[in-house]
């Protein structure tokens, strides 16, 4: 058995085992750390930068999803400094994505009292539904670029490489390479990304369709060919 | 926001791998499915038929009434009757008197052999056992199959031969803890898509090493050490050939040939004339590739081999699948966590429907029917008079189809959920004998290409409308649940057998019932566990939340993860001396390229679910996959129509040019009715586990018109490999 590794967090001492993260960590004293692109079936990326912590002795704010547990740390989970950057980056989300299928985010601003029209002159992410195969839309005004999607189509799980980063700054976007549609990608359709999506920009054909309010038994009914025949 | 109004966790009715589902359910539709991240099978990945492939249940094309025929079938002027105006709509009473008089007249007229049912491994555990206990306890018969027989029946024959067992030694996720392993016959991206993920993982990130051994370049092949591209049907030789090697270098194992194996000297003895250049020859591997792959094989810590219908479906499959359990014995590398040996099985529950007895020779629990202390526990188990079942074993699947109309053959033929007018070699022979049949029922989703010869057709419930269980690739027995009421008049296959089981006794007028009074599928469960001892311990209480892997001895035993750890079932495991036999047709002038068949990710067999769920629109038409090299030589262009023509029969459909086919070569799946690679096939079997040659047969290619296509507008670019 490895030795656990004491540290003190909030003012709580708890030992874990070497590798674990800060987020694993307070997890054990119970202490909830908000995170948004964490997954545990994810390789974490501290992309969101919502779970950032205090340690004393470091310069910056540390991403807690990341950063490893080390013998004597003290860590602070909450404070003024925190919850401004946390609320910071809640109001940005809110001011250029839609978030409304996204309850836990919008949870999260109210938690931290953050303001959705803070950033209110600020261009809204703008594109089209992207409806290009049978089995599920992607809808990237929801989306928050947590990743997940692009990790669990790589290593995470699928090794299928078919979506990755596109475009720079502002107007970076989940995407294929060159644009093309799905089904001419290494695409497989095996979904992993619309299971590990969080806010709802990937989401299955049929539930965007009742969302839409199409009837259940016409949805039921129809193939995509027979739709798009009818119209 | 929108939520669901329920959430059924179940399990995936596609492949062997068993994955965890969750069904989330609004207005009596299912709208998404998820899985849990911690489900024990897959981790909460799933594939393209797991997570979208439900939509099925919804066809417009799905029938849920009981219908029969409106004209009279005559045995020799059957035909298929697609369109609903042939087909007049009935009561379930009505249809189920119909069936049992139809069937008990046959009966009474010619006797039990005149009896058979074809079972399925898409449907529970608990259908199967009824169906067997069915047409075992009320017709006397033993002519009980499903489509194990066209996949794994040499794989189940040559490990039963060697060490006694009939199932994957592992579990399928251990491919972490193996250093090496081989995995041969077995397009494992496409066909167990889970595994294969836990497959590349194993690579990427826990340093095992892959050998595969395959006549396709499938995408494996790019996570690959070493690649053996030997020709098809020539798994004897390059296995052999590695065992050559081992003994020659001294690589075995002496440690466990002498503690667990017996027949050596024997075997070894065979194995002298598989040099590498001899196993080179016959194989087309180069002989260093050979050599390369028994050392790394021979001097893995922990090395495992996982293989597929390619090893199997072939007329010397008991031979080849011996040849891989061969290499096992002689490197100890069974009995270990990380080790072992793998069929993946195929469909989500044919280790179930195999366990259950839905196989001609076996009682449930592969007790045989010539067994007379096995008789008679069934006799008491089923409360049938002393000598009543019958003794003999019965005819598999090929034979009961070859059977009809012959003295004495197969007159009558019920056909749970399967589709032999699809998953039968050399249909148009199938076809005949389906002609010939004196009654047909089909009791399924859909009117498929077998159910429209039917007289009467009983709409069954699908996976997402009953409650019931599935037993995985690796032996774990996994909760079905009812999700949604069954459409239409659809009733659980279970139900329907149990219903149509009293009328047949009543009309045969037997005085004692065989017992069909079940109020939920759990306690069928619980009566197949009276009578399989490895099922003893499966209670549903017990794996609401996860499964348990067989053998489950009692109520307390916990499972068995993986098997043979100090002894194998028959005791010592048992070399078996070999011989190369080419296949039963080989490439010709005439003939020039081998046939191979199988599957393609998105569909799922003979097509009833796949072709009617919107996976049709991703592979809407049948692709035969040629090499480059020949088919610029034949002149044909990526997407191209071309015709291929075997001894037995001809199509039409478009050409993949791709290097995932070697030269030589060409693959077809089976899915696609408009273009039946088993038209192609041949129908010869292993002459051990009567398993037809699907994986090789002789084929000419030439170009054809677009006009020559069945369906010239079904076309669709692709990225995927």
């Known amino acids: 058995m490895t030795d656990l590794i004491d540290l003190t967090i909030d003012g709580q001492a708890v030992s874990a085992p070497p590798g674990a993260t800060i987020l694993q960590a307070a997890a054990q004293l119970g202490i909830d750390i908000p995170t948004i692109c964490y997954h545990e079936a994810c390789t974490a990326n501290a992309l969101c930068r919502l779970c950032v912590v205090e340690v004393q002795g470091s310069r910056t704010l540390v991403p807690a999803c990341v950063a490893q547990v080390s013998p004597g740390m003290v860590v602070t989970t909450r404070s003024e400094r925190i919850d401004r950057s946390r609320r910071t980056i809640l109001e940005m989300l809110a001011s250029s994505v839609d978030l409304s299928d996204s309850p836990e985010i919008l949870a999260r601003l109210q938690e931290y009292g953050g303001d959705p029209q803070r950033f209110d002159e600020s261009e809204r992410r703008a594109m089209p539904v992207i409806d290009d195969n049978p089995f599920f839309v992607r809808d990237y005004e929801k989306c928050v670029l947590c990743w997940r999607c692009v990790q669990v189509c790589a290593e995470d799980a699928q090794y299928a490489f078919a979506i990755n980063f596109s475009g720079r700054g502002y107007h970076t976007q989940i995407n294929t390479f060159f644009e093309k549609p799905l089904q001419e990608t290494t695409c497989v359709f095996c979904g992993q990304c619309v299971g590990v999506c969080p806010t709802g920009a990937l989401k299955p054909k049929r539930q965007y369709l009742l969302e839409q309010g199409v009837p259940a038994d016409e949805i039921r009914a129809q193939t995509r060919f027979e739709r798009r025949r009818r119209r | ?721």
Not at chain 2, 273 to 296: H, K, M
Not at chain 2, 312 to 329: F, R
Not at chain 2, 336 to 343: D, I, K, W
């Open chain 2, 1 to 721: 926001m929108f939520h669901p109004d329920q959430i059924t966790r179940t399990t995936c009715p596609f492949c062997g791998v068993g994955c965890t589902l969750d069904l989330h359910i609004r207005d009596n539709t299912i709208y998404r499915v998820t899985s849990p991240f911690d489900s024990v099978v897959n981790h909460g990945n799933l594939c393209v038929k797991g997570r979208f492939g439900y939509d099925f249940i919804d066809s417009p094309k799905r029938v849920t009434v009981p219908l029969v025929r409106k004209t009279h079938q005559a045995p020799g002027a059957r035909h298929p009757a697609f369109d609903l105006d042939e087909w007049r709509e009935v009561s379930w009473e009505y249809a189920l008197d119909y069936a049992t008089e139809r069937m008990t007249g046959i009966y009474q007229a010619h006797g039990s052999g005149a009896i058979a049912a074809y079972s399925c491994a898409k449907a529970t555990n608990e259908d199967n056992y009824l169906l067997q206990k069915l047409f075992r306890a009320l017709f006397r018969t033993n002519h009980i199959d499903h489509c194990t027989r066209l996949c794994h029946a040499a794989s189940v024959v040559a490990l039963q031969m060697a060490v006694g067992s009939a199932a994957m030694s592992n579990t399928a996720a251990e491919v972490i803890y193996n250093d090496v392993f081989i995995l041969t016959g077995s397009n494992v991206t496409e066909n167990h898509p889970i595994i294969a993920n836990q497959m590349k993982a194993a690579i990427e990130k826990h340093g095992a090493r892959l050998i595969v051994v395959d006549p396709r370049r499938i995408e494996m092949v790019n996570y690959a050490t070493l690649w053996l591209p030997e020709k098809p049907g020539a798994d004897v030789a390059v296995f052999s050939a590695m065992a050559h090697v081992i003994l020659e270098e001294k690589l075995y194992n002496q440690e466990f040939i002498d503690a667990r194996t017996e027949n050596f000297a024997a075997f070894a003895e065979s194995m002298r004339v598989f040099t590498p250049e001899y196993a080179e020859a016959l194989s087309g591997v180069d002989r260093q590739l050979i050599v390369a792959a028994a050392r790394l094989y021979a001097e893995a810590r922990n090395a495992a081999i996982y293989w597929a219908l390619g090893i199997p479906e072939s007329t010397h499959g008991t031979a080849n699948a011996l040849s891989l359990i061969n290499l096992a014995l002689l490197t100890g590398h069974i009995g270990r966590q990380g080790t072992g040996l793998n069929p993946l099985r195929g469909q989500n529950n044919v280790q179930g429907a195999s366990d259950a007895g839905a196989m001609p020779w076996h009682y449930p629990g592969y007790q045989r029917v010539d067994s007379e202390p096995a008789a008679q526990k069934f006799e008491a188990l089923w409360n049938i008079e002393p000598g009543g079942l019958n003794r003999r074993p019965g005819l598999t699947t090929t034979e009961i189809l070859s059977s009809v109309g012959s003295p004495g053959g197969v007159r009558s033929l019920f056909v749970m959920g399967e589709n032999p007018m699809m998953s039968e070699p050399n249909l148009n022979v199938t076809r005949e004998h389906i002609e010939q049949l004196e009654f047909l029922a089909a009791q399924d989703l859909f009117i498929n290409e077998t159910g429209a010869y039917a007289d009467v057709f009983l709409p069954a419930a699908s996976w997402a409308e009953k409650d019931g269980t599935f037993t995985n690739t690796d032996r774990r027995v996994q909760r079905v649940r009812q999700a949604l009421p069954a459409r239409g008049q659809a009733r659980p296959d279970w139900v329907i057998l149990c219903e149509l089981a009293q009328r047949i006794e009543e009309r045969l007028g037997r005085t004692s019932s065989a017992g069909w009074r079940y109020t939920h599928p759990s306690e069928v469960l619980g009566e197949m566990g009276r009578g399989v001892p490895e099922y003893a311990g499966v209670r549903y209480e017990r794996i609401e939340r996860e499964g348990l892997q067989t053998p489950v001895w009692d109520e307390h035993h916990p499972g068995t993860p993986f098997l043979f750890t100090d002894t194998f079932p028959r005791g010592r495991g048992k070399f078996h001396p070999l011989e190369y036999s080419p296949n039963a047709e080989m490439p010709d002038e005439e003939y020039p390229f081998y046939l191979s068949t199988g599957r393609v990710l998105e569909h799922w067999h003979g097509g009833s679910l796949t072709r009617h769920a919107s996976l049709n629109e991703v592979y809407p038409e049948a692709l035969m996959e040629i090499n480059p090299a020949d088919a610029a030589r034949l002149g044909i262009p990526d997407g191209g129509p071309a015709r291929v023509t075997s001894r037995r029969g001809s199509l039409v459909l478009r050409a993949r040019v791709t290097p995932k086919a070697n030269p030589g070569v060409v693959f077809i799946p089976f899915h696609f009715t408009e273009a039946a690679a088993n038209l192609l096939t041949i129908d010869a079997l292993d002459p051990q586990a009567k398993i037809p040659e699907y994986k090789a047969c002789a084929v000419r290619v030439v170009p054809a018109g677009e006009e020559d296509l069945p369906d010239p507008q079904a076309r669709l670019k692709r990225g995927r490999y």
